[in-house]
């Protein structure tokens, strides 16, 4: 896929990951007494972030080493079943006694996870600081005694890490054993739970060249991982990351913050060693199928399936932009210009059941939004959307493409924020795009124009809410071609006060993709975020 290395399977189980000791008891290992953790630790090495730095820098300038692999006819047998049987077990979780609140449990290699990625543990105290490599150990997992991971190397390596809940406790009371809020696995992907408890959109910590055409994705991949001891009244755990591909090396440190939604802050150290066509800061990654907007009758027995439903932007001239999303026939790719950007986000607004009727509640995945801690300076949203014909693929991508060429040697930097939560952190004051429907054109009781579609843009709140009686707001209307007829606006026949709805006829002038414009204004004021959608006529 050209979104990722991974198969959607490791979503599912991820989403899952609440239950997973209830799976690993059910393998019927006992479990050990609660004891200090007993990890095996390699000899100590000075580290610091600025010599991963160099090491990063210095690692451009050389020919690409892929890490050693594990023998790959083992790796085919740990397959989807035989992998969600291997569990960490908890009582080896890295500060499980602390310092800090959270502890860190480890992934397995596996079919889908093949590349071992080495973990290190600096010093609580001391300068100048060190780091350990905390030595793979099968013990540490519980397997069933046939598991084909038993037939992997000694050193047969981790394949990711999460951080547990607070084994402190919280409001929630949850047992950190068995509830984790973080996730680091698969290639440079990470996510998070949002303030609503569920995994969903993901994270990478860099994308090459995603859907360029005659030119194949490339997937960096985090090669080591460094865990900083937490003070123990600290709701901050950072991480510092090497990250090694074909076309770059970098350096990374991300600090995690667990609150009400999940904040962190990355900073990504960037050595490229050799030209990149499309180069993703922040990307994003998500899945969209169907919605409420356009889906073939009777597809599936639920009324929409998507972890993301639009694309936010908040531009750096201050415009707030919505752009719901599509499940394409071809691969698409929009850009979205911009210099300076506030943030954009893979949101997900639709949050009642009704409108999905799915236990993996999909009405509860978390929004992801990318705040700039820097100037970006010139460059584009660029949003990548492939055509999918089920949930188990990730099929869009959101990322920053800078406007500046992507060329060997050059160094870049880059500071972001990340949150994970219902909601966007800085939404617009004015009224939201809520809903996007698209049925056929022409009036009831006549013939239906062939051609003609009919658009209800629902809006909610703002300004909206204050509109007075007998007062409607207009609708501010553009498309790159086409015509537009019978446009008007009309309050939500909901009771719900600021719920309105723009309609309009739209006719293509031919089968070719048309990007859309839409705004609502009262009088001469704007009163709306601006809608954008790319319409593929049908």
């Known amino acids: 896929m050209p979104c990722g290395p991974r198969v959607k399977v490791d979503r599912r189980f991820v989403l899952s990951a609440a239950g997973a000791s209830i799976a690993a008891a059910a393998l019927g290992v006992p479990t050990r007494a609660a004891a200090p953790a007993g990890l095996k630790l390699g000899a100590p090495a000075e580290f610091s972030f600025d010599g991963l730095t160099a090491e990063a820098r210095a690692r451009a300038a050389r020919p690409y080493q892929p890490p050693p692999p594990l023998p790959q006819s083992v790796l085919e047998r740990i397959d989807y079943d035989a992998w969600g049987r291997i569990r960490f077990n908890t009582d080896e979780a890295l500060f499980r006694d602390g310092p800090g609140a959270y502890p860190v449990t480890f992934f397995h290699v596996g079919r889908f996870f093949p590349t071992p990625v080495r973990m290190f543990v600096l010093a609580a105290a001391g300068s100048p600081t060190t780091a350990r490599e ?56 990470f996510r998070a739970i949002g303030e609503l408890y569920q995994y969903g959109v993901s994270a990478r910590g860099i994308a090459i060249d995603v859907a360029l055409a005659g030119q194949p994705e490339e997937f960096p991949v985090f090669r080591r991982f460094y865990f900083a001891p937490p003070a123990d009244s600290a709701d901050t755990v950072t991480v510092y990351a090497l990250l090694e591909g074909a076309s770059v090396s970098g350096a990374y440190r991300v600090d995690m913050q667990r609150e009400k939604a999940v904040l962190m802050e990355v900073e990504a150290r960037l050595f490229l060693r050799r030209d990149v066509g499309r180069l993703g800061i922040a990307p994003l990654t998500s899945m969209y199928w169907f919605s409420e907007t356009a889906k073939p009758t009777a597809i599936d027995w639920r009324p929409e399936v998507h972890d993301s439903d639009g694309l936010a932007l908040w531009t750096g001239s201050g415009e707030h932009i919505w752009r719901p999303l599509n499940d394409p026939q071809d691969i698409a790719a929009s850009a979205f210009a911009d210099r300076a950007p506030r943030g954009f986000g893979l949101l997900q607004r639709d949050r009642v059941f009704d409108h999905y009727l799915d236990g993996v509640h999909y009405e509860r995945r978390p929004s992801l939004w990318v705040e700039p801690l820097d100037d970006w300076g010139e460059g584009a949203v660029q949003l990548i959307e492939i055509p999918t014909d089920d949930e188990i693929n990730d099929n869009v991508v959101a990322m920053w493409v800078p406007k500046a060429p992507a060329t060997a040697g050059a160094s870049l930097r880059f500071r972001y924020r990340l949150y994970w939560s219902a909601d966007e952190p800085h939404p617009t004051p004015l009224a939201r795009c809520v809903a996007t429907r698209l049925g056929r054109g022409g009036q009831p009781g006549r013939p239906r124009p062939p051609g003609v579609r009919k658009f209800a843009v629902e809006f909610l709140g703002g300004p909206l809410a204050e ?72």
């Open 467 to 538: 509109v007075p009686y007998g007062v409607a707001p207009q609708p501010v209307l553009w498309a790159a071609r086409g015509t537009f007829a019978r446009a008007f606006t009309e309050a939500v026949p909901d009771g719900i006060p600021g719920h309105w709805r723009a309609e309009f006829d739209f006719t293509a002038a031919d089968s070719a993709t048309v990007d859309m414009r839409l705004f609502l204004k009262i009088g001469a004021r704007t009163a709306s975020e601006t809608w954008l959608y790319q319409y593929h006529p049908f």
């Open 134 to 189: 905390i030595l793979y150990d099968p013990d540490y997992f519980r397997m069933p005694p046939d598991s084909p991971a038993r037939k992997l190397p000694r050193n047969g390596g981790f394949a990711g890490f999460r951080f547990q809940e607070s084994r402190l406790g919280d409001q929630q009371k949850l047992d950190w054993r068995t509830n984790d809020w973080v996730a680091f696995l698969g290639a440079s992907y």
